[in-house]
Structures are given as structure tokens and as C-alpha cells.
């Protein structure tokens, strides 16, 4: 597919740290790769990786409730995310929620693949589909279906 991909990372204040914690045991993967966070998130990620001492290009957008999550939203649409790592705060009301909703349909809609917990986002980077030149996902499909 790709060599250098373009990865968002996303998370709400109460999984910052769970974040900060992932992208530190995966920056040499990630240090490949342009990584697109939103504001406070980012910083934390430049400072983390910072006192490793691991060079990464990290670009930061605003935080989520100042338009963070649409600016990435928007990039989603302009086909200039490869994945997305949001790791959400269920528990917690988010008072951007019809943003954080916008961008989780908008990677949905453009087959964006987005993990929302360690988990799937451990199983996406590690995916050797990534390498293989061959390899082309499918496009999304919306056709009626008729149940007769």
C-alpha cells in the first residue's frame, strides 16, 4: 500500500496518559510515519518521544473542542489519513460530541480504518497489508439492498 503513512492520533483528557503510554511503546514504528494529533495530545506524544530521544514529524491541530477532531475530519475527506487512533472516553459526556461523532463517520464513510482502543490500534500497525504493494482495499459499497 504504503511506505510512510499518515496517522491521526486522538484522545480524550482521561486517556491521555493510555496515549501517551501507547505511542511511547510503539515509537519506533511510529517515528516513520507523519503523525497528525490533536493540540494538548501532540504535545504530550513531542514530549514523550522527546525525552526518548526519538525524532518523529508531528503535526499538531487545535485541541478537540476547539475544532481539532473537524480538522482532522477534514483531512479524512481530502483522503490525507491512512489510520486514525481515537481512543474515546466512554464514560465521560464530551462537550464536542457531534464533532468526535462527525470524525469517527467521515473514517467510516472514506474506509479509513480507525481503532478506539490499544488493542485494534495494535493489531492495525501490525497489519503487513500495509507492505504489500498489492494490496488495495476495497471501495465502501452503498447499494440498496431489496429484501424480497
Known amino acids: 500500500m504504503k511506505e510512510k503513512l499518515t496517522i491521526a492520533l486522538v484522545a480524550h483528557d482521561q486517556r491521555k496518559a493510555d496515549m501517551v503510554d501507547w505511542a511511547t511503546f510503539n515509537a519506533e514504528y511510529l517515528s516513520r510515519h507523519h503523525l497528525v494529533c490533536t493540540g494538548t495530545t501532540g504535545s504530550l506524544i513531542k514530549a514523550a518521544f522527546d525525552k526518548l530521544g526519538i525524532e518523529a514529524e508531528i ?20 483522503n490525507e489519513i491512512d489510520l486514525a487512533v481515537f481512543l474515546i472516553d466512554d464514560l465521560n459526556a464530551q462537550p464536542h460530541e457531534a464533532d468526535i461523532q462527525m470524525l469517527l463517520r467521515q473514517c467510516r464513510l472514506h474506509n479509513v480504518p480507525i481503532a478506539c482502543n490499544r488493542i485494534s490500534a495494535d493489531l492495525m500497525i501490525s497489519s503487513t497489508l500495509w507492505q504489500d504493494p498489492e494490496y488495495t482495499p476495497a471501495a465502501q459499497s452503498y447499494v440498496h439492498f431489496d429484501r424480497k
Do not use: H, Y
Open 59 to 78: 503535526e499538531c491541530k487545535n485541541s478537540g473542542p476547539m475544532g481539532g477532531d473537524a480538522e482532522i475530519a477534514a483531512m479524512v475527506v481530502r
